[in-house]
């Protein structure tokens, strides 16, 4: 667990949980989820609140979606947040949960939750602004969270065009299909994830008690900003991934008419001389062409005429 006091723009690292919460800036307890069992007894000692069984519960489901819920006491916020491997679209999320107290942060999060890594050295460091209220550094963290969703535009996108190439190649036959499932697929998910996490901040905005003043609401509204643009890609890559999809079918049947076209071009045209060879191969005694000295090279001749005519005619009416 680590403790930091956060009074005045100072953040101060604490050895030890103090005896009672500060009368001014607030205390971030960070607990790494499974490491320390007792942070529900840690909380009760320090506030005299005790923490609902249900959300004691919640806290430890890994698969719990984004969540807001509160009681007269706190506010619990759950937020799903990618993990560090995810770096190619492959959705492994983690859940982070924030619990809100009056004058007291506790965060319960990934051993490697990236997110708290980044944050708490700046914070150390004063590289970023300092939060004067709990609320506000919840804010900053599920910030870090939705920016790594953003930060994964690239490889999404990176995928997208290795398969589009190959989608549209005329000179190669498709048929990497589960490639394209798993990346719709990944969208609908990323876009469900973000959907619960717009459903959790406005559940949080509209029930906390929290007061917003225009700083804290403008950053509210920039955080939920930020969630809608990573729906808003997501829904943008489906449709270009449906009508891309779309677009390889159509080119393929417009193939495949080209080569069916051609092929009925070239019956229609030997049909006519196939008709005239099976004429002079009929086995008749008496056939009066079959007595001419150049009836060869006319009937020869009459077959290259026709079959040229009818391929001039074939262009002329722009059917090859």
Request: charged share 25%; proline share 5%.
């Amino acid at each position: 667990m680590d403790i930091l006091l956060i009074n005045h723009q100072q953040v101060t690292p604490l050895e030890a949980i103090p005896a009672h919460l500060p009368d001014t800036g607030f205390l971030w307890l960070d607990i790494v989820r499974g490491e320390d069992m007792n942070w529900p007894q840690h909380v009760r000692q320090l506030t005299g609140i005790s923490i609902h069984e249900r959300h004691l519960r919640d806290s430890e489901n890994l698969e719990h979606p984004s969540y807001y819920d509160g009681t007269q006491d706190y506010e619990m916020l759950i937020f799903r947040g990618l993990s560090p491997a995810d770096q190619t679209g492959d959705f492994q999320t983690r859940p982070a949960v924030f619990f809100v107290l009056e004058h007291l942060l506790l965060t319960i999060r990934p051993a490697d939750s990236v997110s708290v890594s980044l944050i708490k050295p700046r914070l150390l460091d004063k590289t970023v602004r300092i939060p004067r209220r709990p609320a506000g550094l919840m804010h900053q963290l599920m910030t870090y969270m939705v920016d790594r969703y953003l930060a994964l535009r690239e490889p999404l996108l990176d995928r997208y065009d290795e398969w589009r190439r190959d989608l549209l190649d005329p000179r190669r036959d498709f048929s990497d299909w589960m490639a394209v499932m798993d990346y719709t697929s990944d969208l609908r998910k990323l876009e469900r994830l973000c959907d619960e996490q717009i459903t959790a901040l406005q559940a949080w905005r509209e029930d906390t008690d929290t007061e917003f003043d225009d700083h804290l609401t403008v950053r509210f509204n920039d955080l939920v900003e930020h969630v809608q643009r990573v729906i808003k890609f997501a829904e943008d890559q489906k449709n270009e991934a449906e009508a891309l999809v779309q677009l390889h079918f159509s080119a393929v049947a417009h193939r495949t008419n080209e080569i069916v076209r051609v092929l009925t071009v070239l019956s229609a045209i030997f049909l006519p001389l196939t008709f005239i060879a099976g004429i002079f191969g009929m086995n008749f005694e008496h056939m009066p062409e079959l007595k001419l000295e150049y009836a060869y090279f006319f009937t020869l001749g009459g077959m290259a005429i026709l079959a040229i005519g009818l391929l001039v005619l074939f262009r002329f009416k722009k059917w090859l």
